[in-house]
């Protein structure tokens, strides 16, 4: 049952494979002092199905945070940020648990819960997990105004373009 | 079916996540030199600051010997500049020096009486004599008066008894330094010939025609000149060039040649 598809691994490749050769050359510095980056790889740990043991998210998560590094030449950056966000993952499904409950054993989908509640919960995971990126990139809280500054811009351009791919696959 | 109830019960996966950070963080600060310079500097933080701050209170308490060094330094360089018109050999033989510097300090200041006198903290043991110079890198401050064991008072150029022998930088015409008593900020030049040239602005310096100070020391710049009542020297006010109102460190100048000269004199 935790079984993924040929076609899903298949996805989940092309996902990295965009954000590594494509979306890595569109860092977009603005205003001397702060940057865009696109970030849509988390989506793979965000949407694998409910029933996967957290444990088991996890070491994905810090897999597949650790090929992004290679490419991003930032050994350990992506992957402690995807690891916290596999971590979030768990406890944003707890607390914004459908009446219905889940259902387990499927990637999660924008009309199984309701296209809010999708939007939501991608929305708070992927916000996580670009302003964790941003904080450990700068490795201080002294750089605290480019952190929000980032998170909020990057945020917004990588979110926009997640959910276009979902509403129109 | 509530995700509370499908069986991932426990704490393996937060042990789980643990680990991966820790490998992760453990990655990032090995290989990556921004996050490794900032770890290794927020580490060391605390630290860091106890020593920055144990180094504050020390250097504090050092400032009167660090001062002091420096000023032995200056005195010893302005020792060089004095000494340089004079001394044909590159290095001159301690005998052949023709001014010792001897650095000093004001323990006390006076611009508000007519006879302002000023007390330095070096005296008769650290070879001060009486009639000796007394200057600032600025300007000339004053002559030697009197002399004891540890300290010696000072005639400022602020006094009405003081005379100094004095040119206009670049004119042979010497006259005398005086002053009135009225302002700190004015001085006055006597002597100087109705038929000598000069500007305002021009500068004033000593002459080098006394053993007290050696030629060209700044004495101050001339504010303004006007024909005396005789009609055949000017009379000129000259603004000091030393700030009397804030004076601190002061070099007395020794002219070791000034027995020769003095006993030359008076043999004529």
Redesign the interface.
């Known amino acids: 049952m935790n079984r993924l598809t040929a076609g899903q691994l298949i996805s989940f490749a092309l996902f990295i494979a965009i954000q590594v050769l494509l979306l890595k050359n569109i860092q977009i510095a603005f205003l001397e002092q702060f940057s865009l980056s696109i970030l849509i790889y988390p989506i793979i740990i965000i949407l694998l199905p409910?029933?996967f043991?957290?444990?088991a998210?996890?070491?994905s998560?810090?897999a597949i945070?650790l090929i992004v590094?290679v490419f991003y030449d930032?050994?350990?950056?992506h992957?402690?940020t995807l690891?916290?966000t596999?971590?979030i993952r768990?406890i944003v499904?707890?607390l914004i648990?459908p009446r219905l409950?889940?259902r387990?054993n499927d990637m999660i989908e924008k009309d199984h819960y309701g296209l809010n509640w999708f939007l939501s919960y991608v929305g708070i995971l992927l916000f996580v997990h670009i302003f964790i990126y941003f904080s450990?990139d700068a490795?201080?809280f002294v750089f605290i105004l480019k952190i929000f500054v980032n998170t909020i811009v990057s945020f917004i351009v990588s979110y926009l373009l997640i959910i276009l791919y979902k509403l129109i696959f | 079916?509530?995700?509370?109830q499908?069986g991932?019960k426990g704490f393996?996966?937060?042990i789980?996540?643990l680990v991966?950070?820790l490998?992760?963080?453990?990655?990032?600060?090995?290989?990556?030199q921004?996050?490794r310079d900032?770890?290794l500097h927020?580490s060391s933080l605390f630290s860091g600051n106890l020593l920055k701050t144990s180094a504050q209170v020390k250097d504090y308490l050092s400032l009167q010997q660090s001062n002091d060094e420096l000023l032995a330094e200056n005195a010893r360089l302005l020792n060089e500049i004095i000494n340089m018109p004079r001394s044909e050999a590159p290095v001159p033989d301690a005998g052949q020096i023709a001014y010792s510097v001897i650095p000093a300090r004001i323990i006390n200041n006076n611009i508000t009486s007519v006879r302002n006198l000023i007390t330095i903290d070096k005296g008769s043991r650290d070879s001060i004599a009486t009639s000796l110079g007394v200057t600032t890198p600025d300007g000339i401050v004053g002559i030697v008066r009197t002399v004891n064991h540890q300290f010696s008072s000072v005639i400022s150029l602020l006094n009405i008894e003081i005379r100094i022998s004095a040119s206009i930088e670049n004119e042979n015409y010497f006259g005398t330094i005086t002053w009135d008593g009225k302002s700190y900020k004015s001085l006055s030049l006597s002597g100087i010939p109705i038929h000598a040239n000069f500007e305002i602005g021009d500068k004033v310096v000593t002459n080098g025609y006394s053993t007290i100070f050696p030629e060209g020391l700044l004495i101050g710049t001339i504010a303004s000149f006007d024909v005396g009542k005789d009609g055949a020297f000017f009379e000129i006010e000259v603004t000091p060039s030393t700030d009397f109102a804030n004076l601190d460190h002061v070099y007395v100048l020794k002219d070791n040649f000034a027995a020769d000269i003095i006993s030359l004199n008076q043999d004529e």
């Open positions: 409910v029933s043991g957290r444990s998210i996890i070491v998560a810090f945070g590094d930032s050994p350990g950056v992957a402690a690891v916290f596999a971590f768990s499904l707890g648990e409950g889940y387990a450990i490795f201080s | 079916m509530s995700y509370q499908t991932f393996a996966h937060i789980t996540f991966c950070e490998l992760a963080f453990i990655l990032i600060i090995n290989f990556n921004t996050q900032i770890f927020s």
